[in-house]
């Protein structure tokens, strides 16, 4: 998705860490509420995740944009695998009313959406 997003490297690696963060948002209070897959040892304010855990998504993924940066290609089929993820969760959140989740999901849906056919009509 990076690909179509037209500013410079440093922008380019907070806006992919902030898009796996958020994405994060959507994904772990499913995976560690009722798809069980893992259990947190401390409890946090969102759902019972840490905010250490964002934050290391969160400074993990700018170091890893940053030092992995290149010029990814426009895939567009990339791109509608990472939709389908997000929708795979989003869907899952929004059938559990989970609405933090449901929330964040349909926001970054639709964002994804957006920024890739805004990014198509500037190419």
Known sequence: MLAWI???TFA??????SWMTA??????PLAAGPLGFWIWA???????IPAGNFAGWFAVSLLLFLVLRGSPEKNRRA??????IILFFTIIAIGR???GPAFA????STAHAAMVTAGRKFD
């Open 23 to 28: 994405l994060d948002l959507v994904i772990e």
């Open 42 to 48: 401390e409890s946090g304010r969102y759902y019972g």
């Open 6 to 8: 037209h500013v410079n």
């Open 79 to 84: 791109t509608l695998v990472g939709l389908s």
């Open 97 to 99: 009313l989970i609405a």
């Open 12 to 17: 380019k690696a907070v806006i992919g860490a």
């Open 105 to 108: 999901g349909v926001v970054l």
